[in-house]
């Protein structure tokens, strides 16, 4: 076996492992006691996986190899400690001499050996299946009842909600909800902080909430540290490879993409998001596929309306996103009637027939759905006169004069029908009133004074 290896683990056991509290953190059972493999006793405490290793060193002439690695190290060592003694020892670990000043020849039990592998493999793809299983029972949990910790508002019945609240209204992005793990504890982590009048991002303390919302406002601290391996446990990436920590495995999938991309670049490839369907989780790979499939699944025909109701692109881009807000939020685009998950709401639309919206409900008027709800919305980049209409004889004078009729607030009245110039008016409108918008606690005052 590889000599510098074989002393750098020796070393390491002597002078102590640095990831040891990383992976008491994200074992399998993080307050079970440690074993001694070769003797009766046991370590507990915050610091029992050090103290196992200096035992096995000192009394043993002992080391785990990688022990960085293993995903639950109780119950590695119960394995072991059931099969290994000082008689058989030197058939199942390598025999190496440190040559250092602590002398001694040591023995090393790691992964070469086939069944130690299998033995990690077999702990890691335990671990990964309790860890989709709790994932599958807060998916299906609707018990979950929580109030938002920055403005107190109640969610009942499903996490998904109160994370895209958080997201939505106040920009606190915690990641997609399937990568996630442990939600309960990590909203009540979060909680205390807020509750504590800490940073939620630094962990630094206020006097009250009002100056900590100004602190989070002004240095954007709306998110987690992800240095702060305190919120480790409460991703999937963290588990997938032991011992290696997520900026390694992120690090690792960028350089995969990027050579993705040249090789795109290269071949003259272009790659596109799949177009997903307004209401059912259907994608397609255009977004012309997705609106034949609107109109024939759902009895939806969005060129048929923007014909016969004369819309413009800013009311196609507004009825878009109302439709994904609405049904990110379970609720009916016709008569607004709160369905408990998605299955509820799609059997509520099939039987009302509710799958296509009002002339003249008051989301035409709010401009806040010119927004994307959807992130890369294929719908979105359609070209109003090639794709949204199937008739490029159709006269437009009737839609010219429907819009005429309609009060405009981004145009001087010269009707000019530059849409450019109209697009520009409204980024700048939404980015006046973004700027405006404030994010509020409950209990906090807004007197920037305090």
């Known amino acids: 076996r590889n000599q510098k290896m074989e002393q750098d683990a020796s070393v390491l056991a002597l002078e102590g492992n640095p990831h040891s509290k990383r992976v008491l953190m994200l074992g399998a059972n993080p307050n079970a006691a440690l074993p001694c493999i070769m003797c009766d ?120 909600d109160l994370f895209g609240h958080l997201y939505d209204q106040h920009h606190f992005n915690l990641g997609r909800l399937e990568n996630l793990v442990y939600t309960d504890e990590l909203l009540a982590h979060l909680q205390a902080q807020v509750d504590s009048i800490k940073c939620v991002y630094c962990s630094k303390t206020f006097p009250n909430h009002a100056v900590l919302k100004k602190h989070m406002k002004t240095k954007r601290h709306y998110k987690i540290d992800p240095n702060d391996s305190t919120f480790d446990r409460f991703y999937m990436i963290n588990y997938l490879e032991p011992g290696k920590k997520w900026e390694e495995i992120h690090s690792e999938k960028e350089d995969v993409d990027d050579n993705d991309e040249e090789w795109n670049d290269w071949s003259g490839g272009e790659e596109k998001d799949d177009a997903q369907c307004l209401f059912c989780e259907e994608c397609f790979p255009s977004a012309e596929l997705a609106l034949q499939h609107v109109a024939s699944r759902h009895k939806l025909d969005i060129p048929a309306l923007r014909k016969d109701w004369g819309l413009d692109v800013y009311d196609c881009i507004k009825l878009v996103n109302y439709i994904r807000a609405q049904v990110k939020q379970n609720k009916c685009v016709q008569c607004q009637e709160q369905t408990a998950n998605h299955t509820a709401l799609l059997a509520h639309l099939q039987e009302k027939n509710h799958f296509v919206v009002k002339r003249d409900a008051p989301f035409w008027k709010d401009d806040s759905y010119l927004r994307p709800v959807k992130e890369k919305d294929s719908l979105l980049t359609l070209d109003l006169d090639d794709d949204w209409s199937d008739d490029d004889s159709d006269d437009d004078r009737g839609r010219a004069a429907a819009r005429s009729t309609r009060p405009n607030h981004y145009c001087a009245e010269d009707d000019s029908d530059d849409d450019e110039d109209k697009l520009d008016a409204v980024v700048a409108h939404i980015r006046s009133q973004e700027s405006q918008q404030d994010w509020k606690f409950d209990d906090a005052d807004d007197d920037d004074s305090d």
């Open 41 to 160: 006793a046991e370590f507990c405490g915050a610091e029992k996986q050090q103290s196992l290793i200096e035992h096995h060193a000192v009394a043993h002439k002992f080391v785990i190899g990688d022990i960085d690695k293993i995903v639950d190290l109780s119950e590695y060592l119960k394995y072991w400690r059931g099969k290994l003694n000082d008689t058989n020892l030197p058939l199942y670990a390598a025999v190496i001499d440190t040559r250092t000043s602590s002398g001694g020849v040591f023995h090393l039990l790691c992964d070469t050996l086939p069944e130690d592998k299998k033995l990690r493999d077999t702990l890691q793809q335990n671990l990964l299946c309790q860890l989709l299983a709790k994932q599958q029972q807060e998916k299906n949990d609707i018990s979950f009842q929580r109030q938002c910790f920055f403005c107190s508002k109640e969610f009942k019945g499903s996490r998904a």
